[in-house]
């Protein structure tokens, strides 16, 4: 909303109306209130019209031709988001009031009406959206006062993670391109999902896209959209992701699965703030500000030509490094007394905590799978627990000491290679994780932030 005085300075208004000397009256009548006043004479020319902007009121009649009222509160759901609809009638009855408003509009008021009542009936819609952002705000304010030691639902008090959280809420006051890195499992979207929370973007829905879950042909596509007739199936126009995030946050997560090609045109919407849908002859500005993240080394790609070195200058003008959760093991008491918490209320059981056992064995573990992996298996404590506390019995075999143990060993008897390691350690975790889904590759690719050609080349390679 615009205006936060209850006025109507300033608040954009669509009379929706298929009758002229309607339309010209309620302008007329409204305009003089101070609203700015646009119209559409049927749903069809409305539903286009808030399509391409934001209306902060609508008045819609609800018999008109082409396309009715209640069809166009139906199809414009998505479109209208916060906009307060009222519609209008001369055919006014009890049951279509409540459909209406079923439909999602605010209120109904029956033709012929007295210029005062379309003026209490707005000012009511005013006050009703005013007590919606002071409640709005107040949310806001308490969730940053409970998330004042941790940074929007991400947890610890270590030190390297303030220093992580006091850059990240530095960073996002700006527009800057911000390139997260971190091992997989170490929570970069919830990081990416807070700078944008954090920024003056925040009013606006947060778009998040993993660029190695879309096929390579259709992903173009997803991300810069396309004309009507740009090729066989393109029976109507689509816009992208890019152009949908217009003026929000869009994070492109394992942005290091990009395709090289689509890398250039990624490049030039960082560089000119524009892109060029598939088949389209001019190009569109756009302001939108990317986010992306990797969980693989971005300058070895570069030394490999697997990644532009232009692209990667462009992202990383704010690094943001999430360390392992090996690495930052003082803040698992922490982040354990969260997860319960957070899986208890949506389970619906009552565990208060844990015993030092089963903290213990928490404490020794590795984590290759970071906090992801804690809180699968906190979840799985939670459901299994007999009484309201966490036992090492409900944990998994796996936390248990000399489980976990690689014996990593050649046709010359015993190796000491990192890289033989690494891979021992990551075909016993791709293992679990497809354990864990019941042999469900695509839902393992999505545990594993890795995408799901990667993992059935990695399947193959190991030979399960």
Known sequence: MSNTNGSGMGYKLLIIDDEENMRHMLQSLLSRSGYQIFQAQDGREALEKVQQEHFDFALCDIRMPVLSGMEFLQQGRKFLKDTTVIMMSAYGTVELALEAMKKGAYDYISKPFKVDEVLLTLKKAEEREQLKRENLQLREELTSIRAEDGFFGMVGDSEVMRELFN??????????????????????ELLARGIHKYSNRSRNEFFAINCGSIPENLLEAELFGYEKGAFTGAESKKNGLILEADGSS??????????????????????????????????????????????????????????????????NVIRLELPPLRERKSDIHKLCDHLIRKKSNYIGREIEGM???????????????????????????????????????????????????????????????????????????????????????RKAAELLEMSYPSLLSKIKEYGF
């Open 167 to 188: 850059l990240a809420k530095k960073v996002a006051g700006h527009d800057a391109t911000v390139l997260i890195t971190g091992e997989s499992g170490t929570g970069k």
């Open 250 to 315: 869009l994070f492109l997560d394992e942005i290091a699965e990009l395709p090289y090609a689509m890398q250039v045109k990624l490049l030039r919407v960082l560089q000119e703030g524009e892109i060029r849908p598939i088949g389209a002859n001019h190009p569109l500005s756009v302001d939108v500000r990317i986010i992306a993240a990797t969980s693989r080394n971005l300058e070895k790609e570069i030394a490999d030509n697997r990644f532009r070195e232009d692209l990667y200058y462009r992202l």
């Open 355 to 441: 015993s030092a056992g089963a903290g213990s064995l928490l404490l020794h573990h590795d984590w290759p799978g970071n906090v992801r992996e804690l809180e699968n298996v906190i979840e799985r404590a939670v459901i299994l627990a007999e009484t309201n506390s966490i036992t090492e019995a409900e944990l998994p075999d796996a936390l248990r000491p000399g489980s976990q143990e690689v014996s990593v060993t050649t046709a010359h008897g015993e190796s000491f290679s990192l890289k033989s390691a690494k891979k021992e350690v990551e075909m016993i975790y791709i293992r679990r994780v497809l354990e864990k889904t019941g042999g469900n590759k």
